[in-house]
Nanobody, 121 residues
Framework: QVPMVESGGGSVQAGASLRLSCLAPVRLIGSFAMGWFRQAPGKEREFVAAIDLSGRITAYSDSVKGRFTISKDSPRNTMYLQMNSLKPEDTANYYC??????????????WGQGTQVTVSS
């Protein structure tokens, strides 16, 4: 199966912005709600944000609400995560996946490599 392709991460100072991109197979982004998740070393993967199939309804974790914005460009099979006012606690590898609520769909297996975000104070 074709994996997700995440990009746009980097090493920045606290307060900076980054825009992550997720290129997804059309069979996924064209059929399901999609979301961003992140995992820091030694920690569980956690939900960050999700967007519904129509692109009109979004959801965010409390830790990023007001700072991050999720969006998608369906004709380009691409989802984005605009991250502003970054904090050191945002440091993690960020992944995209189809979602069911705030969880990864149980039948999803096509994980990408993720994109690393490192925020220094």
């Amino acid at each position: 199966q074709v994996p997700m392709v995440e990009s746009g991460g980097g090493s920045v100072q606290a307060g900076a912005s980054l825009r992550l991109s997720c290129l997804a197979p059309v069979r996924l982004i064209g059929s399901f709600a999609m979301g961003w998740f992140r995992q820091a070393p030694g920690k569980e993967r956690e939900f960050v944000a999700a967007i519904d199939l129509s692109g009109r309804i979004t959801a965010y974790s409390d830790s990023v609400k007001g700072r991050f914005t999720i969006s998608k460009d369906s004709p380009r099979n691409t989802m984005y995560l605009q991250m502003n006012s970054l904090k050191p606690e945002d440091t993690a590898n960020y992944y995209c996946a189809p979602t069911f609520g705030r969880a990864v769909r149980s039948d999803f297996v096509s994980w990408g490599q993720g994109t690393q975000v490192t925020v220094s104070s």
